[in-house]
């Protein structure tokens, strides 16, 4: 019913040469994946080089962040038609190191999301918790918050073209991971506010992957929840053994 979808955050990790290394690596052990689909999100000075290597195989291009705008004076700012211009399907958007470090909040990721949307991108849209907010028994309030935040004005037929990620801010880059029934329970939650917000019906179709700490050893319990549909992979998708094992879940 959703197709399962594993994409790697390369995050600011890889020169050309060694993404090029690991994209050659993936591909040749990839295999006949007709079941899932798999997305590499390089940094920006890598997309144009690997979006090559790329065409024509079954692993689709994403790149990390987008500025709304569609061009101008942003000195420093990657505009949409930029991303598909070098290949790119997906675009993640909403990432919690960029709420961190780089000033977005649900305003600018809901105006980012709409800029995505109109150049035939697809959003991965990021949301979750801090570790203060999960141990006050926020989580939920906050995430089901920045889901409806963030995807404020966007319509059924949009939706279609979104994949959310759930993302715990205290899971990711720690090892600590959520366990898979308390990421079940997020998902679910996160399902039954795009229920609200769209229908059951429609709500049933949008895939939401969950990361934080997926590695080989835990993929396939978390895949195995009903609501989780796929992983966004920080560290362990920057070796090709062990993201090509993520991608080969069982
Ligand atoms: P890790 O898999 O390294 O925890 O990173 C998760 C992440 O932030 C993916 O976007």
Redesign the pocket.
């Known amino acids: 019913m959703r197709t399962p979808i594993i994409?790697g955050?390369w995050?600011m990790y890889k020169t050309v040469a060694e993404g090029r290394e690991l994209v050659r690596g993936l591909l040749a052990g990839l295999g006949a994946i007709a079941d899932r689909e798999v997305v590499v999100c390089p940094p920006y000075t890598a997309l144009y080089p690997l979006g090559e290597l790329l065409a024509g195989t079954p692993i689709s291009l994403g790149a990390q962040e987008l500025f709304y705008e569609a061009q101008g004076a942003f000195t420093g700012a990657i505009a949409p038609q930029m991303l598909r211009d070098v290949g790119c399907a997906y675009v993640?958007i909403g990432?919690?190191?960029r709420r961190q470090f780089f000033g977005d909040t649900d305003t600018t990721v809901n105006r980012k999301l709409f800029a995505a949307l109109a150049s035939d991108l697809r959003p991965i849209m990021?949301v979750g918790e801090s570790k203060p907010q999960r141990d006050s028994g926020q989580a939920e309030v906050i995430v089901t918050a920045q889901v409806r935040a963030g995807l404020a004005g966007v319509s059924v037929a949009q939706i279609a073209n979104l994949v959310l990620?759930y993302?715990p801010i205290w899971?990711?880059?720690?090892?600590d991971?959520a366990t898979a029934a308390d990421a079940q329970a997020m998902h679910a939650a996160i399902r039954a506010t795009l229920t609200e917000l769209y229908g059951d019906a429609t709500a049933q179709t949008v895939r939401i992957q969950y990361?934080?700490?997926?590695?080989p050893d835990n993929v396939d319990e978390l895949m195995s929840q009903p609501d989780i549909d796929g992983a966004?992979?920080?560290?362990?998708?920057l070796k090709a053994d062990s993201f090509l094992r993520i991608i080969h879940f069982q």
């Open positions: 994409a955050n995050k993640i990432h919690s190191e990021c990620a993302e899971a990711i880059g720690t090892g991971t990361g934080g700490s997926v590695k966004l992979v920080g560290g362990a998708a």
